[in-house]
């Protein structure tokens, strides 16, 4: 069965990075376009950027310039490299793929922007 699983995350100070990955398994990674999306308490899900199978992006107007997503198909795993951080970009983040008319998504990894 389609798996996804995050990791990555942490506490980190405003102005500090982090990466995350999200591993996948269980249907053809490669040829399946790959999302991030991010919850902050209290608010809505809401998308943080994507990539296609053929390597394109795009971001989220909050994160340009600060977050980038790549992929690694010969690992099945997708990442999201995040720099500057700001305490708004505390969230649970999660991957998701859309594949057998299904929406999957991993169990998420909490990041903690804070002083």
């Known amino acids: 069965q389609v798996q996804l699983v995050e990791s990555g995350g942490g506490l980190v100070q405003p102005g500090g990075s982090l990466r995350l990955s999200c591993a996948a398994s269980?249907?053809?990674?490669?040829?399946?376009?790959m999302k991030w999306y991010r919850q902050a308490p209290g608010k809505q899900r809401e998308l943080v950027g994507g990539?296609?199978?053929?390597?394109?992006?795009n971001y989220a107007d909050s994160v340009k310039g600060r977050f980038t997503i790549s992929r690694d198909n010969a690992k099945n795993t997708v990442y999201l490299q995040m720099n500057n951080l700001k305490p708004e970009d505390t969230a649970v983040y999660y991957c998701?793929?859309?594949?057998?008319?299904?929406?999957?998504w991993g169990q998420g990894t909490q990041v903690t922007v804070s002083s």
């Open positions: 990539i296609t199978s053929g390597g394109s992006r």
């Open positions: 998701n793929v859309y594949t057998r008319r299904t929406d999957y």
């Open positions: 269980g249907y053809f990674f490669s040829v399946y376009d």
